[in-house]
């Protein structure tokens, strides 16, 4: 009997003192695991790439029309070209001709838009919209030599 009481004197207080001593979370307070941590993680890297991808995607939407705008537009300078005169058609071409070109290095900004994953495309943006600058600010000088 007295071996029981000894294992229960020792026994009982240990159990009481790990049962107490172990950490709850507070009220309010929510345990996060690592899995949590790294599942949450990969849906914010989705939803990111997501995002990017519709933004890439808008973006080049964009960018396509407004140089088929321009493209159209050029169209119809050179269609004016055609009815002027030898000397005033000869200034227009070469006119038309520097838009050409640089319809030409937009296009190719294009391409490489085109190329770009959804993580990298805003590295060439900057380039794209300088060159859809570039085109639109000719083409509205052209646009005055033509009246």
């Known amino acids: 009997m007295k071996k ?14 790990t049962a107490c ?14 899995e949590d941590v790294k599942r949450e993680t ?3 890297l989705e939803t990111k790439k997501t995002y990017l991808a519709q933004q890439k995607e ?11 705008y321009l493209s159209d537009k050029i169209k119809d ?7 002027a005169g030898t000397d005033t058609k000869a200034k227009y071409n070469e006119i038309i001709e520097g838009l050409q070109k640089k ?4 296009q ?16 060439v943006k900057s380039g ?3 060159a859809l600058e570039n085109l639109n600010n000719s083409y509205n000088d052209a646009v005055s030599h033509f009246k």
């Open 108 to 123: 190719n900004k294009l391409h490489d838009l085109k190329s770009k994953s959804a993580d990298a495309w805003e590295d």
């Open 77 to 83: 300078l050179q269609a004016k070209a055609e009815q």
């Open 4 to 17: 029981i009481e000894f294992v229960a004197a020792i026994f009982v207080p240990l159990f009481l003192m």
């Open 42 to 44: 990969g849906e914010a």
């Open 58 to 68: 808008k973006y080049q939407k964009d960018t396509e029309s407004t140089l088929n």
């Open 103 to 106: 319809q030409g290095e937009a």
């Open 128 to 130: 794209m919209d300088a």
């Open 21 to 34: 001593s172990k950490e709850t979370p507070e009220k309010g307070e929510t345990h996060v695991s690592t």
